[in-house]
Structures are given as structure tokens and as C-alpha cells.
Nanobody, 123 residues
Framework: VQLQASGGGLVQAGGSLRLSCTDSRRTSSNNGVGWFRQAPGKEREFVGAVNWNGGYTQLADSVKGRFTVGRDRAKNMVWLQMNSLKPDDTAVYYC?????????????????WGQGTLVTVSS
């Protein structure tokens, strides 16, 4: 599994960004995929996850109502749509493939991690 997150950038508060996560080796199609983020000086935290077929997702309370997560199996891509962004959302965002097929929320449930993409939200 080789994951790559992309789509980060600088956006004003209230704006939107869509992050994408692709697996160049196409070996995570039966795994759940999650998004985590890490702000400077803080622990990496769970943002959202989708199960293997896209039929189940879960989101952290801090992003519910603003973010959505899903996957396009045909394109071998998982996305994170971020709306109504706040300065507190500023972080490096990582995607990861779970050890299982479910939409896991704990870091130790993830085995493969991609390089992150930086999201900066200005006030």
C-alpha cells in the first residue's frame, strides 16, 4: 500500500477544500481508509473514515456537519470534503489504510500512512 494525500492549500475561514487520497499500488481496496490531522504542537487526531465499500463513514465530533468523507472505488480514491473551514482546522492532514475493512477511528487500527498535505485556514 502506498498512499498519497493531496489537495491541501491556503483558504480563508468559511471556505472549502477537497482532499484526495490515492493508493498507487491499488492494494487497499478492501481496507477502510481514514483521515487524521496534526496541528503544530498537538497530537495527531482522527478526522473521519470510510469503510471498504464506502457504505459506512464516521466523523469526529469537531467536524460533523462540516466535513464529509467518501470513496470512489472505480478511481481508487478516497476524499475528504471540508466546508465551513475554521482556523482551528489548520493542520497537516494524513490518510491511512486500516488493518481491517471498517471505518476505524483509533490510530493503532491503521497500518499504512501516506505523506500528509498541509491545510492552512486564515482568519
Amino acid at each position: 500500500v502506498q498512499l498519497q494525500a493531496s489537495g491541501g492549500g491556503l483558504v480563508q475561514a468559511g471556505g472549502s477544500l477537497r482532499l484526495s487520497c490515492t493508493d498507487s499500488r491499488r492494494t487497499s481496496s478492501n481496507n477502510g481508509v481514514g483521515w487524521f490531522r496534526q496541528a503544530p504542537g498537538k497530537e495527531r487526531e482522527f478526522v473521519g473514515a470510510v469503510n471498504w465499500n464506502g457504505g459506512y463513514t464516521q466523523l469526529a465530533d469537531s467536524v460533523k456537519g462540516r466535513f464529509t468523507v467518501g470513496r470512489d472505488r472505480a478511481k481508487n480514491m478516497v476524499w475528504l470534503q471540508m466546508n465551513s473551514l475554521k482556523p482551528d482546522d489548520t493542520a497537516v492532514y494524513y490518510c491511512a489504510a486500516a488493518r481491517s475493512s471498517g471505518a476505524a477511528s483509533r490510530r493503532d487500527e491503521y497500518r499504512y500512512w501516506g505523506q500528509g498535505t498541509l491545510v492552512t485556514v486564515s482568519s
